[in-house]
């Protein structure tokens, strides 16, 4: 199990190397200096502030001071922010964005995962296509449409839910968390259903209910364990898609989080801001790549030995 | 034997054949055939769009200003009286261009990738699929925005960065169809022929493998066209004047509480588009007996 994990751990080391480096180099040969914008700067100001910002060495010293200020934790000075640090926006941002990925993922687990259970017990029954079909709409309704069509409904029509903020008012948590979750609870659903189809039909479960296991023992001890692995392997994805998702969720609710930020950096051409942002999420998501994977394999020791043997 | 009798055998021989046994089954298949017949509807409108659309793309009426869908608007109209169901065809155009371009461009590389992998294995296979893990680790819809920032909103580039991400399943799975047809005897057959690898890779491999690759091609059209919406909704994808359906829904998101339907009629036909390919992808999966494809 260690040294799964530690092989793990050493492949995520040239991935986050490639998207530094990636990341950094885009950023340099894009068009216009972050500073053109500004017309009024006469020269001096111009080349104090581009050598407070390093940008008058060459661009491989650039490479090499950035890599050794990620080493320390230092993600730069923000651009368009002047006296802020990217560290500070990002501290400023991410725990919003992290509250509202977990609530969504757990709307995505309760729903998900309860809807696909009931649906596999009954397969091509009425338990199964309706909490299918709602999956199905789920996959179907990306949240830039579901976020409106929420806000239109409780927020405007009914008037139950604020609709945008962040902790301001009691109950505007609510429909961020909803629009962000619906479709990872649709994909889940649908995972769950597969998972606990397959494994209910193994020896051990009959073994299980022949022992005169209620049936409900059956399902949630040991009909779940096996079942949920595909769900468990989605989590790491799902966990980045959560992340990007949220882009266009705090858009749509105006959350003061970490994907506003982003998309007012990319607006702004806020270029530390978007390299540091970026480099920020991409090690949050290979780690949460890497947790899903350990938890994977501690679910299901096959996995073990298959992936020490080819990756 | 007479011929007629032999014509017979053919026929039943191909009644056998797996693609004739696919089409029957999905013929059966009815949400499976109403998404194909959707498409082809909506796919035939985008092409047509310059001849049928009611009015002209730009023409705007700004006495007339936002009017609920009537019986010259049948979809109403948007804040610059421009008519609400043009744009939403003109819209299409786009939304369908990207989704099936950058398909095929993840489908063009991602083939080649893995079946050039699979065939040659050992170190090119092994380096191939190395390149193919880490890039599978990286935040690609954060880099899409990157790619968008750093270039400009540019919407040949839209379509090269979506289909240069969406390729890597399509390697893995052309890949792993490989590795086991290389076994076949109709391989080595045609090995001890001296055909060249690549001869027998397009002519021999791949007519093989397609199942799966045309299940999956299926599959991400969705995900490719809901990436394009994602971000033209984020202003970071296709600009004004050109349009699309992402973009619609984003001005329709932003006057919704006065103009309902400037959100709720491209939302609809975005959601359509996506429960036909879904229900496709689906009929096509299960008729082709192609496990794993997506879920």
Not at chain 1, 129 to 156: H, K, R, T
Not at chain 2, 203 to 228: D, F
Request: hydrophobic share 55%; glycine share 10%.
């Amino acid at each position: 199990m260690w040294r799964f994990i530690g092989s793990r751990l050493l492949q995520a080391i040239p991935v986050l190397l490639v998207v530094i480096t990636v990341t950094f180099f885009l950023v340099r040969v894009a068009p216009g200096g972050p500073f053109s914008s500004e017309k009024a700067v006469t020269p001096e100001v111009k080349a104090a502030l581009e050598a407070q910002y390093r940008l008058d060495r060459p661009v491989l010293e650039q490479y090499i001071a950035y890599l050794g200020d990620l080493i320390r934790g230092d993600l730069g000075p923000s651009f368009k922010y002047p006296g802020r640090s990217v560290n500070e926006l990002i501290a400023a941002g991410f725990p919003v964005t992290a509250e509202l990925a977990l609530y969504a993922l757990l709307v995505a687990l309760l729903i998900g995962v309860g809807a696909g259970v009931v649906a596999s017990l009954r397969p091509n029954t009425a338990q199964d296509y309706i909490p299918m079909s709602a999956a199905m709409i789920g996959i179907c309704i990306p949240s830039l449409l579901l976020g409106p069509l929420l806000i239109l409904v409780f927020g405007i029509y009914l008037d139950w839910l604020p609709v945008s903020g962040w902790g301001d008012m009691p109950g505007d948590k609510i429909l961020p968390a909803i629009t962000l979750g619906a479709v990872y609870a649709a994909y889940i659903a649908r995972l769950s259903r597969a998972g606990m189809l397959e494994v209910m039909t193994q020896d051990y479960i009959r073994t299980a209910r022949a022992k005169g296991i209620p049936e409900w023992r059956v399902v949630v001890v040991h009909g779940l364990r096996g079942g949920l692995t595909p769900v468990v392997a989605f989590l790491g994805p799902a966990f980045a898609g959560l992340l990007s998702g949220s882009f266009v969720v705090e858009t749509i609710f105006q959350v003061p989080g970490l994907g506003r930020f982003y998309v007012q950096a990319a607006f702004n051409r806020d270029y530390t801001m978007i390299l540091g942002a970026t480099v920020f999420l991409s090690s949050l998501i290979v780690v949460f790549n890497l947790l899903s994977d350990v938890l994977n394999a501690w679910m299901n020791p096959r996995l073990r030995s298959r992936a020490g043997q080819n990756t | 034997m007479s011929t007629t009798s032999i014509n017979a055998l053919v026929d039943a021989e191909q009644g056998s054949s797996l693609w004739r046994d696919a089409w029957l089954r999905l013929s059966r298949n009815r949400p499976a055939l109403a998404g194909f017949a959707v498409l082809t509807l909506f796919v035939l409108v985008a092409i047509l769009t310059p001849w049928v659309a009611p009015y002209d793309y730009a023409q705007q009426n700004l006495e007339l200003g936002a009017t609920p869908p009537s019986a010259d608007h049948w979809l109403g109209t948007d804040i610059f009286g421009r008519d609400l169901l043009t744009q939403i065809m003109y819209g299409g155009r786009i939304s369908l261009a990207v989704g099936f371009i950058a398909t095929a461009v993840a489908l063009l590389i991602g083939v080649s990738w893995g079946a050039i992998a699979g065939y040659m294995g050992g170190r090119i296979d092994a380096v191939m699929m190395r390149l193919v893990d880490i890039l599978y680790a990286l935040p690609f819809m954060i880099f899409i925005v990157l790619l968008m920032v750093v270039f400009g909103r540019n919407m040949l580039l839209l379509f090269l960065a979506i289909g240069a991400v969406e390729w890597l399943t399509m390697a893995r799975i052309m890949r792993a169809q490989v590795q086991s047809l290389r076994q076949q005897e109709f391989v080595e057959a045609a090995v001890s022929l001296g055909l060249s690898p690549l001869a027998i890779i397009w002519r021999h491999v791949i007519p093989n493998a397609l199942g799966p690759i045309i299940v999956y091609t299926t599959l991400t059209v969705p995900s490719v066209m809901l990436l394009e919406a994602f971000l033209s909704f984020l202003g970071l994808g296709v600009q004004p004047p050109e349009t699309s359906w992402g973009l619609l829904i984003s001005f329709g998101t932003e006057t919704m509480e006065e103009y309902p339907w400037l959100l709720f009629f491209p939302g609809l036909v975005l959601a359509i588009t996506l429960f036909a390919l879904n229900f496709l992808g689906d009929g096509l999966r299960d008729a082709l007996d192609v496990r794993g494809a997506k879920d």
